[in-house]
């Protein structure tokens, strides 16, 4: 498996003097117990996460003060809502259900589902760098719409909401085991404050995740940490369109402000391996037997019984052999073994060949572009992270959702080491950080 730790090769055009990974301290911004119903009540997914407007609903009815309110609010246009966002934001601080910790520091994060997997890393307010520089590495593209979005969010509100979530990997320590002396410095420093030292806050969220958050404040193990991590790089696992969204706006502020840092969670995916999901796609306006029909032209289409386990099994199976795509709605159908000769015609040449072989190119350049002609826009394509989620939605608009199976890790290490953008929406990775636990204030550096 490709690395991108230390001891991985530099990418073109970033030279062996540039610095890593530079992680700062910050003062958290926090919800106040005694002001909120529960810690839980007031966390959301990431904002892109959240099945709108359902799943928003939900949120707000939770909690008055739940973090959806900040990071997806209701009005009727993208300035209203970001400037209500911006006041309640104000008044949360001035009522106490928000405060800044009064020191700066870093924060160990732990999650723990269900099934006992656990994973940790630290949260730091993280140097922006410039692409070239090869420090993070992005592996999908982006939207302008999205990014606009955000960055006018993030201007209205002078704040980080959310962390992203940034895997690097410090190549010791495999498989999460603690006790493991051949660790780094973050490792160990991450491992011993969430084993020896109470929390600052422990919560369980509806989805049946402990979520536990540690300030690190001590200078010493600050300094260990930042110096563990200079000669990292690290992969953006989830928040793309966040970071694109901090360069935005460090190039349109001069050097030197708090602008030039970013919130973000590091994880150390050789001890704590990222789970790599796929993320689906909904086209509301194209009704199943016409995706159906005009799919024969280039895929074998086979009708698969239900449930939905079960056919999503039959498209792993499919995929472990060539692209394969579950077509649901008003029921479940698989597409696989395409045409090679009309997949070579539609997918663009001049690409590495993983590129080109990937679910996610395919399914663009071939069937949405090509068969469906259908345009990539919001209005038109909807990216869901959850398969029950979106198949409920096809079925809502009488729309096709197409299931995609998820791509594996090396694959997007490989092409992201290469400055090779998969298309935008391939992979989820996860566990994510639970949006409202801790946020950076801008004003507070």
Known sequence: MSTYGP???????????????????????????????????VTSPPYDVVVRPEGRRVLEDADPHNVVRLILPDADSPVDRHRKAARALDRWLAEGVLTADPRPGLYVYEQLDGDARLQRGVIGALRLTPPEEGVVLPHEDVMPGPVADRAALMRATAANLEPLLLAYRDG???????GNGDVGATARIVDRTATEAPPLLSTTTSDGVRHRLWSLTDPADIAAVQADLAPRQALIADGHHRWATYRELQAAQPPGTAWDYGLVLLVDSARYPLRVRAIHRVVPG??????LESARRVFRVRPLPGPLDRALAALAEAAAEGNAFLLAGDGYHLLDRPDPARVDACVPAGRPEPWRRLDATVLHSVLLDRVWRIPDAGDHIRYIHDATAAVALAERHGGTAVLMHPVREDIVLELARKGVMMPRKSTSFGPKPASGL???SLKLG
């Open 7 to 41: 001891d991985a090769p530099h990418p073109p055009g970033r030279p062996a003097s540039v610095p890593g990974l530079r992680l700062a301290p910050f003062r958290g911004l926090r919800y106040v117990p005694e002001h909120v119903g529960s810690l839980a009540a």
């Open 172 to 178: 010791k320590g495999a498989g999460g085991s603690e």
């Open 286 to 291: 194209l009704s199943l037997p016409d995706a």
């Open 438 to 440: 801790v946020m950076r």
